[in-house]
């Protein structure tokens, strides 16, 4: 389930829930759907640190979400 992916956490600019990357990816980050801005999840969820702009790009984005959508099935 896509919600198995929701962080706690509203991104700053856009006041969504953050996901987090999909359990295959070797550095766990949190991020965006909308304005693409995200993190380290050790940083931004446990240190509580700034999100970071664009942090990742569209192309990225469209492959965790292919990802999280597999894993959900």
């Known amino acids: ?11 700053t600019t856009c006041g969504l829930s953050l996901m987090q990357s999909p ?7 949190v991020f965006c759907t909308v304005c693409r801005c995200g ?6 969820v446990e240190e509580r640190k700034a999100l970071t702009s664009d ?8 492959d965790m979400l292919s ?3 597999q894993e959900s099935e």
């Open 55 to 62: 942090f990742i790009t569209m192309n990225e984005l469209e």
């Open 39 to 44: 993190g380290h999840y050790a940083d931004i």
């Open 1 to 11: 389930m896509v919600t198995d992916y929701l962080v706690n956490m509203e991104c």
């Open 67 to 69: 990802a999280i959508g």
């Open 23 to 29: 359990r295959s990816a070797v550095n766990r980050i």
